[in-house]
């Protein structure tokens, strides 16, 4: 039997770190942290980014991720803590999970994605 991707979503979930606005902008103002903003290019053109994410498109996370990659960045590092975040958080829960299997040790996500940051009144590198 398969299953949606609405049921991969809520698995995902159960088995990472789903953290809040608030939570997110603790862990980046402590610095010691890489956020990662997994839309595509034309989201982040019309919704702005949270400022000091590195930006890496959903398709080509793992790519950027995987220390053995030819396309890897430094960006990306499995011992430092990790916060992915999408425009609503269902991209980011799958991601997160697949970072954990490519061995990051703490990876987590920004449950509600943009939409829950901006909702909490956070900033964004254009306010539109």
């Known amino acids: 039997m398969s ?4 049921e991969l979503i809520a698995q995902a979930r159960a088995e990472i770190s789903n953290l ?16 990662v903003d997994l839309r595509e290019p034309g989201e982040i053109e019309k919704e702005g980014t949270i400022p000091g994410a590195v930006l890496a498109p959903r398709g080509m996370l793992e790519f950027y991720a995987d220390p053995g990659s030819p396309y890897h960045r430094a960006e ?3 011992a430092r803590p990790t916060i992915l975040f999408c425009a609503s958080g269902g ?5 997160a ?15 509600g994605g943009l939409k829950a940051w ?3 009144g956070r900033p964004t590198t254009n306010q539109n």
């Open 3 to 6: 299953e949606s991707v609405k």
């Open 20 to 35: 809040s606005a608030d939570d997110v902008a603790k862990a980046v103002e402590a610095g010691d942290v890489t956020l």
């Open 76 to 78: 990306f590092d499995p």
């Open 91 to 95: 991209r980011s829960a799958l991601a």
């Open 97 to 111: 999970r697949t970072l954990k299997t490519l061995g990051y040790q703490e990876v987590a996500h920004l449950d």
């Open 118 to 120: 901006k909702d909490a």
